[in-house]
């Protein structure tokens, strides 16, 4: 009995000291929809997907919807606190080409728990790094203009 006891006891601690660490990584499960402006003024969006294991560990994987890049892995994806970091170190092929990406990403989960705001940092193509800005949920849709009496052609 003292046996069955001492099992429970250790099983009930160890989920106890594991569940921090998967509330902590799960809030990140889901969707986040992503933007960022290049250095000619163009925004361009991306998809971020996140997947929490059982065991609270992350992996992910990132689309450019603009540039028709999807799937791109992330080597390892890590939230401490409201810190939030991944890497990527793939061969990616944009138009049929292989390209060797090698970047990261480092931010910040806001209070709300639905908003990241970071910095993507790649060194492989070398391009400046980029502020991006991460929101949690499906894809706001497009935003359409209805024309005006003014601008409508006439008939």
Request: aromatic share 6%.
């Amino acid at each position: 009995m003292k046996g069955i006891l001492l099992k429970l006891a250790i099983l009930g601690l160890a989920a106890l000291t594991l569940a921090p660490l998967s509330s902590a990584q799960s809030k990140l499960a889901g969707d986040w929809q992503g933007t960022y402006v290049d250095s000619n003024g163009i925004t361009f969006r991306l998809v971020w997907h996140v997947t929490a294991a059982p065991d609270g560990k992350l992996t992910s994987t990132v689309d450019n919807v603009d540039q028709s890049i999807f799937g791109i892995k992330t080597k390892t994806t890590t939230v401490k606190g409201s810190d939030v970091h991944f890497e990527v170190d793939e061969v990616i092929s944009p138009n049929g080409q292989p390209i060797h990406l090698k970047a990261s990403f480092n931010g910040t989960l806001n209070k709300e728990e639905d908003k990241v705001v970071g910095t993507w940092t790649q060194s492989a193509p070398p391009q400046d790094s980029l502020q991006v800005t991460f929101r949690h949920g499906p894809p706001e849709p497009p935003t359409i203009t209805a024309a005006t009496g003014s601008s409508a052609p006439s008939h």
